[in-house]
């Protein structure tokens, strides 16, 4: 039978054998949620205004991010063992303990709320109010990711984890904010240190006694994580977690093959949904992010065929540093001002430049290791700086956005450094644009238009006068 | 031809009026609570000084500027106050490479270059410290009955207080704190201007200041805020005859430009 929600989830693709398989499970998820009837025309209208809701592959996208919502909520339910981690992460540890046994939830819970709660129900504040009440309070330039994490724990709507995993690889606060787990929740802590910062200029190599050290970090925390949660991972965890993953990156790929068209075929805040799926869950949103991603791209193979897109052809072409996780509105704004975005730095990883891992180390940790110095993002300025630059020629750009957050320590440091070498480097402009991916209360609209118009029209200037 | 730029800013609203000849007129009045009517009072207004007995309806091309330009009904297209103030500054100072723009809720550094064209930018808007409204607030609680006056006060001490916080609310208890310590209120009325004066030349710093350097909107009328700006980034800084109306003019010279295209 009918219920409020099931025009909402039939809007983010859900069939109807679908809701109706899961109801019982949509319907215990929303209560701990707080989601009512009241919820569901702002949730239609926020959707809407935000998605490109004609294409079924990103209703079918918003349908991953609900399923993942609701696994996350009644993960204890279902018996699971559940394990957190921090975003952006190294992933491979999360993705080798989901291998391991089907009996381990992992995933970001962060940013799946960020995606759902924010994304979907324009309902996220309520939840980072609880998490500045709960240890990390407002006007202290603390992130709304982790408040977001500790809001959704403190408020019953997701579950307490058996365990934590914590790295400052990228993101010292991280570390921090899951101690804040095991002071107030007593969760365990499997600690990955990452002191990883790498010599100027060293990045695409990078030196082995950090693939050591950082692999033998990797290797410890799934020890920890095998006694705690009473599992043992399977030797060949590293290739079955990368196999299952394969089919992601490969339809992912296909996508921003698609992204070099001009006009750009689809919005980038689309192209987030997936970039961000594949940094925060291990589990059944990325097998509906491969599925949804089969009906997308003949979708977008369409469009480019037709000459059709997301900005006008002939837009100047800019790649952004971050999406945006809880409101997709800014990326929405660049794309309103009329540039096209085919590509985010952190889908450069994926869709820019080939990177290589050296591929000769031997313990699972060292693999994991490899991979991610491999990919230059995380771990050195010179490294985002590098990738940027390949990423501009990949995709033909015209300029670059450094989107960075006030709060956030290597974001906004880096976004001002790579501001002044990335124009040095490529001759290209850079707009250092603060905005808080996590968070819209934290910025004014009126004063990012400004910005990012006044961009807009620098960039179509100089492209009109290089025609001339 | 008879064209105008509005450029309705958080405080004021100004128009330019351009003809033929060149600016016929121009009027600047408070913005009010209401967006679309400060920008037809103030482009009538503008239309009266010029002498010209006729309605905002009769105007050939109107282009819209300020954080209200997206409401403007009058306006035939728009663009940001920051390139509006770079084509308004190099029209009335062609050499212009450099513009430091104060308005009444926002502060902007601009590279220009010899074409007026905008190539860098920064923009300050997420704190009133580096403001026009800090400069309100404070003659405000040291009993300065015009803001007018303040510069010239200003320019009169030779100790100036040194005023550390960054936050204009925070800023006015530190003001209330050192009066109360004794402190000459000239030299409390020094610092205040140089902190202002502080805060927006880190700002341009980060950009590359060269000669020309232009500074515009309203708070460049104020001559204390000038020369402390002028100490802090090392430079002269030119200030058009009416400094506030350099967006409302590029909104007008873009205004022409669009008046001659589309005929």
């Keep these: 039978m009918a219920d409020y929600y099931d025009e909402l989830f039939k809007l983010c693709g859900f069939e109807d054998e679908e809701i ?50 609701i696994d996350l909520v009644l993960a204890r339910d ?15 540890p999360g993705l080798m303990l989901s291998a391991s046994s089907d009996d381990v939830f992992v995933c970001a819970p962060d940013m799946v709320l960020d995606h759902t709660m924010g994304q979907i129900f324009n309902k996220l504040t309520p939840i980072l109010e609880a998490g500045e009440a709960n240890g990390l309070p407002s006007g202290h330039a603390l992130c709304s990711l982790w408040q977001a994490k500790i809001g959704g724990v403190a ?81 060949d965890a ?37 970039e961000a799926l594949s ?19 003949p979708e977008l193979e369409e469009r480019v065929k037709a000459g059709t897109g997301a900005v006008e052809k002939g837009a100047p072409r800019v790649i952004t540093w971050v999406g945006h996780c809880a409101d997709p509105r800014v990326t929405r704004l660049v794309e309103d001002v009329g540039l096209a975005v085919p590509l985010t730095l ?40 590098k990738r940027f630059e390949m990423g501009a020629k990949v995709m033909k750009l015209d300029g670059f956005i450094m989107n960075y957050l006030y709060n956030c320590r290597p974001d906004a440091l880096l976004s001002h450094n790579t501001k002044k070498y990335l124009e040095e480097k490529t001759g290209l402009p850079v707009l250092a644009l603060e905005i808080d991916a996590f968070d819209s209360r934290a910025y004014s609209a009126a004063s990012l238009r400004t910005k990012v118009e006044t961009f807009a029209h620098m960039l179509k200037a100089k492209k009109k006068s290089a025609k001339e | 031809m008879l064209v105008a730029g509005v450029d309705v800013g958080a405080a004021t609203a100004k128009a330019v009026i351009l003809g033929d000849s060149g600016i016929l007129g121009y009027s600047i009045r408070p913005t009010g609570h209401n967006a679309k009517l400060a920008a037809n009072k103030v482009t ?50 062609p050499s212009t490479r450099f513009i430091i723009d104060m308005g009444g809720q926002d502060s902007k550094a601009i590279e220009v270059d010899p074409e007026g064209n905008v190539t860098n930018f920064i923009m300050n808007d997420k704190c009133a410290a580096g403001t026009g409204r800090f400069i309100e607030v404070m003659a405000q609680v040291l009993e300065v009955e015009s803001v007018a006056e303040m510069g010239p006060l200003a320019l009169q001490s030779k100790k100036p207080c040194c005023i550390s916080s960054t936050c204009t609310v925070f800023a006015e208890t530190e003001v209330v704190v050192l009066r109360a310590e004794g402190k000459d209120r000239k030299d409390l009325i020094a610092g205040v201007h140089r902190a202002v004066a502080s805060r927006v030349a880190a700002m341009a710093s980060s950009l590359t ?3 020309d350097a232009v500074f515009t909107g309203g708070v460049a009328k104020n001559i204390g805020v000038r020369r402390f700006l002028e100490e802090k980034i090392g430079m002269e800084l030119r200030v058009p005859e009416e400094p506030q109306i350099i967006g409302a003019l590029g909104a007008a010279l873009f205004a022409r430009e669009g008046f001659k295209g589309d005929n």
């Excluded at chain 1, 559940?82 to 491979?92: D, E, H, M, T």
């Excluded at chain 1, 914590?166 to 365990?188: E, H, W």
């Excluded at chain 1, 290589?356 to 990919?375: C, N, V």
């Excluded at chain 2, 009769?58 to 920051?82: C, Q």
Aim: glycine share 10%; proline share 5%; aromatic share 8%.
């Design chain 1, 155 to 235: 408020l019953g709507m997701i579950p307490v984890p058996d365990l934590a995993l914590a790295s400052s690889y990228y993101c010292d606060m991280g570390s921090k904010a899951d101690d804040l787990v095991t002071a107030q929740f007593g969760v365990p802590m499997a600690y990955i240190d990452g002191v990883m910062d790498s010599s100027w200029g060293e990045y695409p190599d990078y030196l082995p006694e950090r693939v050591h050290y950082l692999g033998a970090q990797i290797d410890q925390a799934l020890k920890k994580a095998e006694k705690v949660l009473d599992i043992e991972i399977v030797p």
């Design chain 2, 209 to 211: 200041i060269r000669p």
């Design chain 1, 346 to 385: 952190t889908l450069a990883w994926v869709g820019g430049p080939p990177f290589k891992p050296k591929r000769t180390y031997a313990t699972p940790g060292e693999k994991i290791a490899d991979y991610e110095l491999a990919t230059g993002i995380f771990h050195g300025t010179d490294g985002v700086i």
């Design chain 1, 20 to 69: 109706e398989e899961e109801r019982t499970r949509i319907e215990k998820a929303f209560e701990r949620l707080g989601i009512g009837p009241e919820d569901m025309e702002t949730a239609d209208s926020w959707v809407r205004q935000n998605h490109d809701v004609t294409l079924k592959g990103v209703r079918k996208l918003l349908g991953a991010w609900l399923k993942e919502l």
């Design chain 1, 238 to 274: 590293w290739e079955k977690s990368q196999k299952d993953s394969r089919a992601f990156v490969n339809n992912l790929l296909r996508l921003l093959d698609l992204m070099r068209a001009d006009p750009v075929p689809v919005s980038v805040a689309e192209l987030e949904l997936l």
């Design chain 2, 44 to 93: 009538q207004e503008a239309l009266e000084k010029a002498g010209l007995s006729i309605s905002i309806d009769d105007l050939d091309y109107v282009v819209s500027t300020g954080y209200a330009r997206g409401s403007i009904d009058l306006a035939n297209k728009t663009f940001t106050e920051i390139i509006c103030h770079a084509k308004g500054a190099h029209f009335v100072i």
């Design chain 1, 78 to 92: 279902d018996g699971k063992k559940i394990v957190y981690f921090g975003f952006p992460a190294i992933l491979g």
């Design chain 1, 279 to 297: 940094g925060s869950s291990t589990g059944r949103g990325i097998r509906e992010g491969v599925k949804a991603m089969e009906i997308l791209i």
